[in-house]
């Protein structure tokens, strides 16, 4: 069976990191191979081709679409950098691959959306964590007990790595670009978001200067989902040089406290699965969404672009009902 051929658009901090060390396995058992790669900086582009075995290069993504035949397009763009790429994948049956937040603009979402259900091909939103084992495990959990609510707290530490995570208008906030993988493994198993009430802290002009920053220091945001449970998601931009940090989601139902994290699952005080080493989510993704374009079914990944509009409303609507002083949001009206 030849290899599926792939080509990426943005070979940023993501691609080289995470989405192209995921994919290795498969390159090196011949299931895949790296076809073209585009970046505008045409430097950056030759120097990663010259790392994944010289695949061509490309400055423009149209050029890149008209010349190659590609199975597969991983699109790995800041999410306000997004034109039209999806439209002419889904025109030319290309299987996508999109790295979230998909857009910060959500009639555009719905624009891709509409385009990509039409066309028919694989399509999956890169929201990793819902192939940890663990979700897996979790959901199986989930299945045996009566759901309440969620709790779920992220106090990052350190700056942001990249330029454009560091400015609220280009990434949406550190609750869009980064929280937004907690929600939507918590949609995953509690089902739809349907409401949402935020606060945040705001960043103030006599605020320490730290870089270029403009990030709120805190958000705080409340959803309600469609089954009536509840979740409280609190994310703080604090402990820029405190060298600690912490991530915890606390899942509530009846006469169950359970502790999740991407390896352990503690029930009640005692743990209930474990393991040791972590899975790479990051390669089982990517052996999932190689499989679904061998297929040519998009119910074979686990976040297609349709489902995963709730997550992007979710987090965006967040962002909205702060903006109007923590009113109360449906997120599904949200750009309609």
């Given at each position: 069976?030849?290899?599926?051929k792939?080509g ?7 691609a080289?990191?995470?989405h192209?060390?995921?994919i290795?396995p ?6 895949v191979?790296?076809q073209?790669?585009c970046d505008?900086?045409e430097?950056?582009v030759r120097e990663v081709a010259?790392?994944?075995?010289h695949?061509a290069?490309?400055t ?6 008209e010349?190659e035949?590609?199975d ?5 763009l800041?999410?306000?950098?997004h034109?039209?790429a999806e439209?002419?994948?889904?025109e030319k049956?290309?299987?996508l691959?999109v790295?979230?937040p998909q ?25 990793m964590?819902?192939y940890y084992?663990?979700?897996?495990h979790?959901?199986a959990l989930?299945?045996?007990r ?33 929280t937004i993988?907690?929600v939507d493994l918590i949609r ?11 606060f945040?802290?705001p960043?103030?002009?006599?605020d320490?200067?730290r870089?270029?920053w403009n990030l709120p220091?805190?958000?705080?945001v409340?959803y ?7 979740a409280n998601f609190?994310?703080s931009r604090?402990l ?6 912490r991530r915890?989601?606390l ?5 169950s406290?359970i502790?999740w994290s ?7 005080g ?13 390669a089982?993704q990517?052996?999932a ?9 998009p119910?074979?990944v ?8 709730n997550?992007?409303?979710?987090v ?6 702060a903006?109007?002083?923590g009113e109360?949001?449906?997120v599904r009206?949200?750009?309609?």
């Amino acid at each position: 069976m030849p290899p599926l051929k792939y080509g990426f658009i943005g070979l940023g901090h993501i691609a080289q990191h995470a989405h192209l060390p995921g994919i290795r396995p498969l390159i090196e058992s011949g299931d895949v191979r790296l076809q073209a790669f585009c970046d505008t900086n045409e430097d950056l582009v030759r120097e990663v081709a010259a790392k994944w075995n010289h695949p061509a290069c490309y400055t423009d993504h149209r050029v890149m679409l008209e010349q190659e035949d590609l199975d597969a397009l991983y699109i790995l763009l800041p999410p306000t950098l997004h034109t039209d790429a999806e439209l002419i994948a889904a025109e030319k049956h290309i299987a996508l691959f999109v790295e979230k937040p998909q857009t910060l603009d959500m009639e555009q979402a719905y624009q891709f959306d509409e385009v990509i259900g039409k066309s028919g091909i694989v399509c999956q939103v890169g929201f990793m964590s819902r192939y940890y084992p663990a979700a897996e495990h979790l959901g199986a959990l989930l299945r045996e007990r009566r759901l309440r609510h969620v709790n779920v707290q992220l106090f990052y530490s350190g700056a942001p790595i990249r330029f454009w995570t560091s400015r609220m208008e280009l990434c949406g906030g550190s609750f869009v670009e980064n929280t937004i993988h907690s929600v939507d493994l918590i949609r995953s198993v509690f089902g739809d978001i349907v409401q949402t009430s935020a606060f945040y802290v705001p960043r103030r002009p006599d605020d320490p200067e730290r870089g270029p920053w403009n990030l709120p220091h805190a958000y705080v945001v409340n959803y309600q989902f469609e089954n009536e449970c509840a979740a409280n998601f609190t994310t703080s931009r604090c402990l820029t040089e405190a060298g600690v940090s912490r991530r915890e989601m606390l899942i509530v139902c009846d006469d169950s406290l359970i502790e999740w994290s991407s390896h352990r699952i503690v029930e009640n005080g005692r743990t209930v699965w474990e393991e040791d080493p972590p899975s790479n989510a990051f390669a089982l993704q990517a052996a999932a969404f190689a499989r679904a374009v061998r297929s040519g079914n998009p119910s074979d990944v686990r976040s297609p672009y349709h489902d995963a509009l709730n997550s992007l409303q979710a987090v965006l609507a967040a962002n909205a009902s702060a903006a109007r002083g923590g009113e109360l949001i449906a997120v599904r009206s949200l750009g309609r």
